[in-house]
């Protein structure tokens, strides 16, 4: 008989490989994929058309495994790509 401990950690396991971006995040949220997810993207430069709020959005999406996208949001220099978290 599997030791009821081995099966509850074993269980554990498969779902944390099956599931999807959230619970990869909270597991390995210093991962280098994840380096957009949640913050000011300094580095694209002014956001204040709508070209460049749809290239930030493109940019988060490709960049963040969580698939939330992003935009460009205001902030007291002016206005900065931000990818999202919920």
Do not use: H
Not at 17 to 28: D, Q
Not at 64 to 80: F, T
């Amino acid at each position: 008989m599997v030791p009821s401990k081995f099966t509850l950690l074993a269980f554990i396991a498969l779902f944390i490989l099956l599931s999807g971006g959230e619970a990869r995040e909270a597991v390995w949220s210093g991962s280098k994929v994840n380096s957009l997810c949640c913050s000011e993207q300094q580095q694209f430069g002014r956001c204040d058309t709508k070209e460049a709020d749809e290239r930030c959005e493109q940019m988060c999406l490709a960049g963040c495994s969580l698939n939330k996208g992003g935009g460009c949001q205001a902030v007291p220099s002016g206005s900065a790509c931000s990818c999202y978290c919920a």
